[in-house]
């Protein structure tokens, strides 16, 4: 292998490291958030819950860490159709059983 191509493989197993020491903090964010829209649901907290997860789902992805990146997007799935109290009410135990299995998974990562 070439110098630039080990430079730039290190440069990758580096951002793949650091996303890595990011993951529980990132789950802290998470589960922060779906607090805050479980205890005073607005459009606002939604969406930044929902921006939490999709960007879980998609850098996990990217730096290969694909059971993490398959349960971030079952959530984001789950939270796609939540508008309101109600319909969180209504789906809230799946959601809930969601965030369990994804800082489940985020755990053992």
């Excluded at 290190?10 to 650091?18: G, N, P, S, T, Y």
């Excluded at 996990?60 to 398959?70: L, M, R, W, Y």
């Excluded at 349960?71 to 969180?88: P, V």
Aim: with cysteine; charged share 30%.
């Amino acid at each position: 292998m070439d110098d630039k191509k080990q430079e730039m493989m290190a440069m990758l197993k580096k951002l793949a490291d650091d996303f890595h020491a990011q993951i529980p903090e990132r789950m802290e964010k998470i589960i922060s958030a779906w607090n805050e829209v479980n205890d005073n649901f607005d459009n606002e907290k939604q969406a930044e819950f929902l921006r939490l997860t999709h960007s879980l789902a998609g850098t996990s992805s990217t730096f290969g860490f694909t059971e993490i990146s398959g349960a971030a997007k079952k959530l984001e799935l789950s939270l796609k159709d939540i508008d309101c109290a109600e319909s969180l009410q209504n789906n809230h135990k799946l959601i809930s059983d969601n965030i369990e299995k994804l800082n489940q998974i985020t755990q053992e990562a």
